[in-house]
């Protein structure tokens, strides 16, 4: 049974939209996550928080912003969908004594 | 030099076997975690390990601090065991540095 959950699995959007990915986790983990991987590559860090009203962007420059006014709740949102954009979205959250849980992902293509 | 390093980059191996794929890492980390990512993308987290050895069925993942290195066997694999194993260094729980995977296939 998922901790975490993302929605939608699966979105096809057209150019210039803006999107929101949800994450939420019903774990009360205080650190979040999201992550972009492209198929068969690496996992690149874009964002993450440490707890309510913290964000921090990642390793990997992104066009995306997150918030998190809620533990439980850790969106991110594209305000321009572009074609490079085009990827898969893995949302996680850690508590540092279990280790971290990953959401199903979010493939999302933009045509 | 990737921080975290992982090998063999892809596996094929027979039902049955045994197989063991290594991590090494050069960063420093409060736990050192095993994923497997299945073809349709989910990640599993498999173990989390500060010191020692850790079993969960037929999986068994190890490390050495002193040397900075991980294996994770798999026993008597089966070809649902095809997957992308993944080490990742946990960096004080600040983030995870990933290793590029192991892509395994075993056959039936």
């Known amino acids: 049974e998922a901790d975490i959950y993302q929605t939608p699995r699966y979105l096809v959007i057209g150019t210039g939209k803006k999107i929101t ?33 913290s964000t921090e962007k990642g390793d990997l420059s992104s066009e995306s912003t997150v918030s998190r006014i809620r533990t439980e709740h850790f969106p991110l949102t594209l305000e321009s969908a572009r074609p490079s954009h085009t990827s898969q979205y893995l949302c996680a959250s850690s508590n540092s004594y279990y280790g971290y849980t990953f959401g199903s992902g979010t493939r999302l293509t933009v045509v | 030099k990737n921080e975290v390093e992982q090998s063999p980059q892809n596996l094929t191996a027979q039902e049955g076997e045994f197989i063991t794929i290594n991590c090494s890492y050069s960063v420093g980390i409060s736990a050192l975690h095993w994923l497997q990512q299945h073809p349709g993308g989910g990640i599993v987290s498999l173990f989390m390990l500060s010191s020692g050895k ?9 490390i050495n601090i002193q040397e900075k290195h991980s294996s994770l066997h798999i026993t008597a694999s089966h070809p649902r065991d095809s997957a992308v194993y993944i080490c990742a260094a946990d960096n004080y729980g600040q983030n995870f540095v990933f290793g590029p995977g192991t892509r395994l296939s075993v056959l039936p």
């Open chain 2, 54 to 62: 850790k079993k969960h069925g037929r999986l068994i993942a190890t």
């Open chain 1, 21 to 53: 990915l949800e994450c939420s986790q019903t774990m009360g983990h205080d650190k979040m996550y999201w992550y972009q991987q492209d198929p068969g590559m690496e996992l690149h860090l874009i964002h993450y928080s440490y707890g309510v009203n």
